[in-house]
DNA sequence: GTGAAGCATCGATATATTTGAATATATAGA
DNA sequence: TCTATATATTCAAATATATCGATGCTTCAC
């Protein structure tokens, strides 16, 4: 592991863990890495207001986590990069972990 | 990839999402990832007041990303498990690439 | 038991974030 | 051009978060 300096810290957090801060986010970023999906189904599939899930595509996009792409009326978003899914799941499989007690630090024990 | 329900999201913010939210408690976890480490240390480290280190821990350790052990007078604290920093590496190179240039989004081009 | 060191908690302030109603903008079709 | 549809933006209110001084609690040495 290569030490980190307190820059690529900050980097870090605006473009990534400031992006995946909120739930509905992490649920834009699923959503999105299954199909490309505008923002009518996503309203639909999140169940809040229209500008909030413009709000919440606006941090996503703005970081480089989604990418916007016009067809017509519609704008399609799609998740930019595997790796931000692949890492969000392993932090998944280490939160079912913990909740059947299968975590580290519970083995500790 | 499983489909993920609206629970496990919940689950997944405020067990890990949530506790990397910020970009003190990031140089925290890759402080306490190299070797358990104690309040003053960090606090020397991190360059802010003891309470807010203590508040930043205690986010981290209320989610299980960090455990705490005392020696004396001492607490140290240490990371948990080994996952949330393999996947926080992987979105480190995935920003790394965003700032050269190199990650997929702008590949598309 | 007393004092000191190390850490946690409390309380107050400043700042940031989420949310949605109202409104603006952009595109397509008639 | 006019209208309908889809999305973005503005604005205000509510809520959440970060920060730190003051203070409390725990442990150890004497």
Chains 1, 2 share one sequence.
Do not use: W
Not at 5 to 13: D, G, K, P, R, Y
Not at 28 to 33: D, F, I, N, Q, S
Not at 83 to 95: D, G, M, P, S, T
Request: some cysteine.
């Amino acid at each position: 592991m290569t030490p980190i300096s307190e820059e690529e810290v900050l980097l870090l957090h605006r473009y990534v863990c400031e992006g995946i801060a909120d739930p509905k986010r992490l649920m834009l970023l699923y959503y999105v890495a299954e199909r490309p999906r505008n923002v009518s189904e996503l309203t639909e599939l999140l169940d809040v207001a229209q500008p909030t899930v413009s709000h919440h595509l606006r941090i996503l996009r703005e970081r480089g986590l989604v990418v916007a792409e016009r067809d017509g009326t519609s704008i399609f978003y799609s998740l930019s990069d595997p790796r931000i899914l692949q890492a969000i799941e392993i932090l998944r499989a280490y939160v079912a972990d913990l909740m059947t007690g299968r975590a580290s630090v519970v083995n500790k024990a």
